[in-house]
């Protein structure tokens, strides 16, 4: 398949290289005066758990980069690997220059499809969550590889959805269909959204979980963000990873605090999935005031999370590790 990936950034290099190297032809699009940045490749250090795939991959990834758009361009598929706050802008300058294009929009939705459907038809696209992660250290790439999530908003299936399918598992990628992945992806917003700012007042992920009150904190915050989900309308129970945050157990929470306590400390993939956890401050605030403005409109009562509001206002990432 002819694919192009906009960006070189985490997400769009690492499935840019498994696609790349499972015989696709993929091209990244990249902004003006960057393309000599990638004469020599990305260097590239993978954890990989792919089945039938060596655990570490550590090489160059021999990058093909464009700097601009033709109308005649005959991509089969576009990958849209970006911030959601950024994702409208991102398709209104490139969806012009693309009309025959389908789309994998790689990007966590809050607000619904409305302002997409109003540059890209959603007959055109569906949406992913993607599972894989790291961060760029002295320009390489150390991160990690193993599934992705996909699912349409108009249908439960349709083409493209198949065809995108057939993609990631012919890269050896698990990949799982969602019936309905807007409310999968308001799940996984209340979980990131909900923990950030425990995780920001701590400073680091290391330091939150040597304070038993900021992780109790942010598991409050979970289950807060996580109610403003249910009044949206999202049936929790199909989402079993959520039980945990509403138990009233003290026991049960403790044991669930020294595990992830343990695998963030110990599990190298899910530190290196998570080592860009502070990167982004204005990610970080989009996040936390869609939920508590939202909270606020669906009448939610969310103390935990506002009480946090000067620590996000305040957030500055020069201060995080």
């Known amino acids: 398949m002819k694919v192009m990936i906009v960006g070189a950034g ?100 809050w607000n619904g499809p409305a302002g997409i459907d109003k540059v890209l038809s959603l007959s055109k696209c569906i949406f992913g969550d993607a599972k894989a992660g790291g961060c760029f250290k002295d320009d390489k790439l150390i991160g990690t590889l193993y599934a992705i999530d996909l699912g349409c908003i108009e249908n439960k299936h349709n083409d493209i959805l198949r065809k995108t399918e057939e993609l990631f598992v012919s890269a050896d990628i698990k990949t799982t269909i969602h019936d309905n992945i807007l409310h999968y992806q308001w799940v996984q917003y209340a979980i990131n959204g909900g923990f950030w700012p425990a995780l920001v007042q701590a400073g680091s992920i290391k330091a939150v979980f040597k304070n038993a009150e900021l992780v109790n904190k942010g598991f409050l915050g979970i289950k807060e963000s ?60 989009t996040f936390f005031f869609d939920l508590v403005n939202t909270g606020a409109e669906l009448g939610i009562d969310m103390p935990v999370m506002n009480s946090f509001r000067k620590v996000i206002d305040e957030f500055n990432p020069g201060h995080s590790e």
């Open 10 to 109: 985490v997400i769009g290099t690492i499935y840019g290289w498994a696609l790349s190297a499972a015989g696709h032809s993929v091209v990244h699009l990249v902004r003006p005066g960057r393309g000599i940045n990638f004469t020599n490749g990305i260097p590239v250090d993978i954890m990989d758990r792919r089945k039938n795939h060596e655990k570490w991959f550590t090489g160059n990834y021999a990058i093909k980069v464009i700097e601009t758009l033709a109308p005649t361009n005959d991509y089969e598929l576009l990958i849209v690997p970006v911030r959601h706050y950024a994702v409208e802008e991102v398709l209104s300058q490139v969806v012009p220059l693309t009309p025959h294009a389908e789309y994998l929009l790689l990007t966590q939705n």
């Open 226 to 285: 996580l109610s403003v989900v249910r009044a949206r309308g999202v049936d929790l129970q199909k989402y079993p990873e959520t039980n945990i945050y509403f138990t009233n157990s003290v026991l049960k929470k403790m044991i669930m605090s020294i595990v992830m306590k343990m695998m963030f400390r110990f599990n190298k993939y899910i530190k290196r999935n998570s080592a860009h956890a502070l990167a982004d401050p204005k990610e970080i605030k």
